[in-house]
């Protein structure tokens, strides 16, 4: 659909699809690891796991400027074809099927479509609050009306039997604080990877394929460090090698931020690898420690959650990171018109980069409360 689309609404509706096949898929993932690896090993699943999900960003970027410069968009589409054949007859040969002693439970049909109200009214005011004006009656009925649906769908789903999310994960202790991490790893996930590339040809004035080279080997680096952050989880304090990531990140947001067009390609490629080491460190600990604070009948609830958390912290990453480079790009632009629009952009993703060293700076808050109830948990299962 997306290769052959002939109409912007088309291309919509296909990236739609595939965030709706990735939203079934990667839950799956993890529920099955937890499933397969005992209790002492599972870091170390979650690491290679880890690794497999972020090769393909790793490549995908350099691979999507080629394409794009030496033949078309479309191609980017098309390119993908292979591997989802080749994953078809994998998960064919090697995964398991349902339980058949298991009842499967009843979709809740009202939870679903509080829940995409919710989040796309939220977040499509957030995308169009600078292009139609923030006192435009339908971005502030939006920006209003989402949240109070989100709260309703909390509502719904707190008194639901087969509730599409079992908010039951959240009381256990420190649970809500690998969900807020989840959320803040998601948003510097995809947000930096939409803002670095941008950033390499707008600021620094560089072509797509060669933006898409200058973030292979952050991808590569954080992808093969996954497996050694997943040993690492299964030996040392989960707050100690989160927190060193959240500090990774942190510090690559702010010397990026104090980049400009005349910094040396090679040091921004230092940057963009070292926001990607602090997330390596981040991704196995959160997921691992979140999950082995429920008990065996929540997991694949847990697992859903903690994905929701990403992804909707990655929706809300980009569509903030791309309102500040807007908005404070035009601001500089229209009081500095002599500036230039090279410095105006590099103003406004000044400001993005800024954005997401907060974020991640304020995510020690949750960090803390992930950590109090893994201790707590330990202690249970000691005595």
């Known amino acids: ?32 690891i937890f499933q397969v690896f005992p209790i ?52 064919a040969r090697f995964l398991p099927g349902r339980d058949p002693q298991r009842e499967p439970p009843k979709l809740d049909r009202v939870g679903v479509l509080l829940l995409a ?9 957030l995308a169009s609050g600078h292009r139609r004006g923030w006192d435009d009656s339908a971005v502030l009925t939006a920006l209003i009306g989402g949240p109070l649906v989100l709260a309703a769908f909390a ?14 994960v959240f009381l256990s202790r420190g649970f809500a604080g690998g969900f807020l991490l989840a959320v803040v790893m998601g ?48 030996r040392i304090a989960n707050p100690l090698l989160i927190g060193t990531g959240l500090l990774l990140f942190a510090t690559s947001m702010e010397v990026m931020r104090l980049a400009g067009p005349a910094t040396a390609p090679w040091l921004l490629v230092c940057w963009a690898v070292l926001s990607r080491l602090g997330m390596g ?16 009948a929540l997991i694949a609830q847990g697992s859903g959650i903690i994905n929701f958390g990403r992804q909707i912290g990655g929706a809300l990453g980009v569509n903030l990171s791309a309102v500040f480079v807007q908005f404070f790009s035009d ?20 400001h993005a980069f800024l954005l997401l060293l907060m974020i991640f700076l304020l995510a020690f808050w949750p960090l803390a409360y992930l950590g109090r109830g893994q201790r707590r948990a330990l202690s249970a299962l000691e005595t």
């Open 117 to 125: 109200a919710g989040l796309f009214s939220t977040l499509w005011a």
């Open 155 to 168: 509502r719904w789903e707190y008194r639901r039997v087969h509730p599409l999310f079992d908010l039951r």
């Open 331 to 350: 601001g500089y632009w229209q009081a500095h018109p002599q500036a230039g629009h090279v410095h105006a952009y590099e103003v406004g993703f000044d």
């Open 1 to 32: 659909m997306g290769g052959f689309s002939q109409s912007f609404l088309v291309l919509v509706l296909a990236r739609m699809a595939q965030g709706l096949a990735a939203g079934l898929i990667q839950p799956q993932a993890m529920i099955i």
């Open 281 to 296: 460190c981040i991704m196995p600990p959160v997921t691992t420690g979140s999950m082995s604070l429920l008990p065996p």
């Open 187 to 234: 948003s510097g996930v995809f947000a930096s990877t939409y803002l670095l590339p941008l950033y390499f040809q707008q600021v620094s004035g560089l072509s797509a394929s060669t933006a898409g080279l200058m973030l292979l080997p952050a991808g590569l680096a954080m992808a093969f460090l996954f497996p050694f952050s997943g040993h690492l989880t299964d």
């Open 40 to 91: 002492e090993k599972r870091g170390m699943g979650m690491g290679i796991y880890g690794m497999g999900v972020t090769l393909g960003p790793a490549v995908a970027p350099a691979l999507g400027g080629v394409l794009v410069d030496g033949l078309s968009w479309r191609a980017v589409f098309f390119v993908v074809l292979p591997a989802c054949l080749v994953a078809m007859a994998l998960a």
